[in-house]
């Protein structure tokens, strides 16, 4: 059974910085692409941040290209969301997902795998 536990949200002023992580189970993180996204109030999920599971390439949102960096560690099975300069358009629960097949896992149904969210709130 595959579980994806997210953590590391909080409440964060403009400006400033949080880590989020993604410990998974079931799934190994460096043979499946792991991706972020995250899902505003009354909006969609949109695609945040993606590590390939080949090579480790990543692909960014242009929303968030220079401030956040997506990482793995395989030691740990863990994916981590670096997220510097937050904005207050930022706020949102941040999922971690597993990719399905060998999809890019740039849309939600790239992904079989979820995790439960984690909020971030950031304050102007």
């Known amino acids: 059974q595959v579980q994806l536990v997210e953590s590391g949200g909080g409440l964060v002023q403009a400006g400033g910085s949080l880590r989020l992580s993604c410990a998974a189970s079931?799934?190994?993180?460096?043979?499946?692409?792991m991706a972020w996204f995250r899902q505003a109030p009354g909006k969609e999920r949109v695609f945040v941040a993606r590590?390939?599971?080949?090579?480790?390439?990543?692909l960014y949102a242009d929303s968030v290209k220079g401030r956040f960096t997506i990482s793995r560690d395989n030691v740990k099975n863990t994916v981590y969301l670096d997220m510097n300069s937050l904005k207050p358009e930022d706020t949102a629960v941040y999922y971690c997902?597993?990719?399905?097949?060998?999809?890019?896992?740039?849309?939600?149904?790239?992904?079989?795998?979820w995790g439960q969210g984690t909020q971030v709130t950031v304050s102007s």
């Open positions: 079931g799934l190994t993180v460096s043979s499946k692409t």
């Open positions: 590590i390939r599971w080949s090579g480790g390439a990543t």
């Open positions: 997902a597993g990719a399905r097949d060998q999809r890019a896992a740039v849309k939600r149904d790239d992904c079989e795998y």
